[in-house]
């Protein structure tokens, strides 16, 4: 079983810049391909960006390239999200995900492909 928890999120305004951290613990001895992923009020959880294993694959949403950046620091079991240029669509209950990678470049893009996730960290962006 792995655990995360993300922190981080708070109210900014928009063009401001966030920076999001998702720490596991539990079983962090196997490689984890990580995910973030989001929900704003009244629609479904979508998906932000991918993180590989090794951090040297990456993969985003068209809504948040070149804008968002994920990163990772393996030696520490935590990732990151670098959200800059904020927008108030950014809004959102921001949540990490884990799931076991199949190889070091492994990147996952649907929940499904995720067992673990945090409980979400609240974004908001005021225009």
């Known amino acids: 079983q792995v655990q995360l928890v993300e922190s981080g999120g708070g109210l900014v305004q928009a063009g401001d810049s966030l920076k999001l951290s998702c720490a596991a613990s539990?079983?962090?001895?196997?490689?984890?391909?990580m995910g973030w992923f989001r929900q704003a009020p009244g629609k479904g959880r979508e998906f932000v960006a991918a993180i590989s294993w090794s951090g040297r694959s990456t993969y985003y949403a068209d809504s948040v390239k070149g804008r968002f950046t994920a990163s990772r620091d393996n030696a520490k079991n935590t990732v990151y999200l670098q959200m800059n240029r904020l927008k108030p669509e950014d809004t959102a209950v921001y949540y990490c995900?884990?799931?076991?990678?199949?190889?070091?470049?492994?990147?996952?893009?649907?929940?499904?492909?995720?067992?673990?996730w945090g409980q979400g960290t609240q974004v908001t962006v005021s225009s």
């Open positions: 995900a884990a799931a076991r990678a199949a190889y070091s470049e492994a990147l996952y893009y649907t929940e499904r492909q995720y067992p673990y």
């Open positions: 539990g079983r962090t001895g196997s490689s984890y391909a």
